[in-house]
């Protein structure tokens, strides 16, 4: 299938839009995906201070008694488990090579363990090359590294990016991905947060069409999950990234994913009541 793509602001709003999302969803239950950073938290300057909201967390809380909700994020699986603060959610981390969920299950689908010495290997010479470059923060997760560059200045970026390059060529076993303000190594693998929701669907049993599987999220690895669910699944874009995208609606902030889950959840409910 040829994949549609638009420029963000062509997409329609999905909060002006709620009739015509609703008549899709009628009769269906939706299997919600949420990205982490930039759709449930603001983007903020260090990965630390993204804190989930207590009003998020009980939108999603309230969500997952209704239906299946899972987390697909480029941070470490452990690392947005604490910070999401749910177990009846299901968990996606690392873009998807790592996944967990209620009842113990843990699978990690993506074939990334081969990957780990490089990784190690890598995340020792980029801590060393970038050790003076100021404001760059190497964030290791289990199947990626995150290499920031939003606190270090202009004319110190290429610094950044050369360190990267000379890491990636020598070593074969990693793949270069993009984000807002990192640059990120990852498992030369074709796996990614399409493919994690598909296995996920799949999984948990929801590919039938009493489900309809709906994705959120704002950043160019998201793109991934929009392609994989075009024609079959709704994708919503929280804001903008640098290139078009694939999704087919629009959310503005974090503060309107949060009304538009609170609205899906009520939506969810009084389908249930009949
Ligand atoms: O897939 P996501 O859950 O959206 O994770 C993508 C990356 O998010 C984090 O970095 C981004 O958010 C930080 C906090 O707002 C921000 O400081 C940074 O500039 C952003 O790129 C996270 O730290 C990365 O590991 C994720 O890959």
């Known amino acids: 299938m040829m994949i549609q793509k ?5 997409l329609p709003s999905a909060l002006e839009k709620l009739h015509e999302l609703k008549t899709q969803l009628q009769g269906k239950t939706p ?11 603001p983007i903020v300057k260090r990965p630390e201070m993204a804190v989930l ?33 749910l177990d009846n959610l299901y968990f996606a981390g690392s873009h998807g090579f790592d996944i967990s969920g209620p009842d113990g299950m843990a699978s990690e689908p993506g074939g990334a363990k081969a990957a780990l010495p490089a990784l190690d290997k890598a995340e020792i010479i980029l801590q060393e090359k970038l050790r003076h470059v ?5 964030e290791r997760k289990r199947y990626a590294i995150a290499v920031h560059f939003r606190n270090v200045p202009d004319e110190q970026v290429e610094n950044v990016r050369n360190a990267v390059n000379e890491v990636l060529d020598a070593m074969p076993a990693l793949k270069i991905g993009h984000g807002k303000k990192i640059y990120e190594l990852k498992p030369n693998l074709d796996w990614h947060k399409g493919k994690a929701v598909l296995w996920l669907m799949e999984e948990l049993g929801l590919n039938d069409s009493q489900y309809i599987p709906l994705y959120i999220g704002d950043d160019i ?13 709704i994708g919503i874009l929280v804001g903008e990234h640098d290139d078009k995208t694939a999704a087919t609606y629009q959310l503005e902030s974090v503060e309107e994913v949060r009304v538009f889950l609170e609205d899906l959840t009520a939506t969810i409910k009084k389908q249930n009541n009949g």
């Open 6 to 10: 638009h420029e963000a602001h062509e």
């Open 134 to 138: 100021a404001g760059s923060q190497v």
């Open 221 to 233: 690895t998201d793109e991934d999950a929009f392609a994989a669910l075009q024609g079959h699944g």
């Open 31 to 41: 299997a919600v995906f949420l990205d982490y950073d930039g759709c449930l938290t």
């Open 53 to 85: 909201s207590d009003y998020m967390r009980a939108a999603l809380q309230d969500l997952a008694s209704v239906t299946k909700v899972a987390v697909v994020s480029g941070r470490d699986r452990q690392n947005v488990e604490q910070l999401v603060k």
